[in-house]
């Protein structure tokens, strides 16, 4: 075996960590999941959950990715703890799953990129999201898009990946506030202000009851169906529950404070999301958009045809999706980083091999969300409400009840904190954090298997 890659400065494996969590999650799935599951109430439950239950299980993963330098399966065995490669597994499973769609999804966003040079979409971007998004037109960007990720992993941590996202932060900030500051101007975006950033907290409410019989538990109240959505988008937006911020933790060499990389990494992609919100709610109020029926489309359908009605609209457009697929980019890459490191810390194979063996196989799992929106629907859904949750409470467990000591010894190295905060950490992963995310698992499930809830599976 060769000697592994580290990053080249801690810089780096911040950016690179940023650049992972910052992508489709933010300024696509963010904003109208929010505007569909009751705006500024789904807003203050993420971002508790982002603060209270990311990052802590952010924590967990980069315990075990710098305390074994490995990959997210081998990881655990390094460890001590053979049995738990099933927790790397499921990981490894649930980045596969969401890769394939999420490649659909950075197709279109290809696709807008060369829209907005050509003002294609400029007509009627309603009809012209409706022709790209499925059929063909749609397994051919997803090819496309699946080909670019393969390229760039391909190449390796440093070349690749350190430098491809070095770039996007800084002008991802930059064009998210101006057209911020510019749907602000618009007439009758007022009221998404207070739709998305005014929590009416008497909405906050979740009632448990029992029944005689299966499934023994109900919960009522408008969390009940908040809860599943914007814990797991938490966990997606942070690239939590797959591996990802173990195998980037696993190319850390040195001691650094695990808890300021963290806090930074959570800070700035909940900027994002919610600097995309502002850029997205009040577009879609502008339009006089029912907020939540946008779905999957509010960024191609809303967002875009705003771009008709403004000067140098092609210029904006342009530069808007491009760094909306460098976003997408960057966190693609390190959803099939997590597996193509597997794949050479264990077996004689080239890293470009391995690389686009897994993309050919990712984008035959994608084919049917690229055929049809209803499937990418369903394995978002399916992403959300089972392995996402299911993932985290793995990582957790083990970290809290496994682990434990040994955990907290290797998350205080390189910060200068007392056992305190250890004992801290520690506790609030074996309990509260624990629960939390059990609780979301269960709702999501009950959800799952409630029957069809036409708030679940949004129209298109
Ligand atoms: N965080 C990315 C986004 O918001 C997507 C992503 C990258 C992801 N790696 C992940 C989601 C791992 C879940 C797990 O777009």
Known sequence: MSERETWATRAGFILAAVGSAVGLGNIWQFPFKTAQYGGATFLVVYLVAAFGIGLPAMLSEFVIG?????????AFERLGYRQWRAAGIVGLLTGFWILSYYSVVGGWVLRYVGGSVTGAYFGDAGAYFGTISAGLPAVALHA???????GIVAFGIEDGIEKATKLMVPSILVILVALAVWAFTLPGSGPGYAYFLSPDLSQLRLTVGTTGSFPWVTFGGPLAEIIPFAVSQAFFSLSLGMGAMITYASYIDGDESLFGDSVTIVVFNSLIGILAGLVVIPLLFAQGAEPGAGGAGALFVSVASAFATIPFGRVVGFVFFLVVLV????????????????AVDNYAVSRPQVAAGLGAAIFVLGLPSAWDTAWLTWFDTLAYQLFLPLSVLGIL????????????????????????????????????VLLGVLLTLVLGLITLFGGPDPAIVPPL
């Open 327 to 342: 976003a997408a980019l960057s966190s693609a890459i390190s959803l099939l980083e997590v597996v193509v490191s597997y």
């Open 397 to 432: 467990v083990f970290t809290g009840w496994v682990f434990g000591r040994a955990a907290v010894d290797e998350l205080l190295r390189g910060t200068g904190f007392g056992g305190g905060m250890g004992a801290l950490w520690l506790w609030t992963v074996r309990t509260v």
């Open 66 to 74: 710098r305390k074994s330098n490995l990959n997210t399966i081998s």
């Open 144 to 150: 496309v898009f699946m080909a670019l990720v393969v």
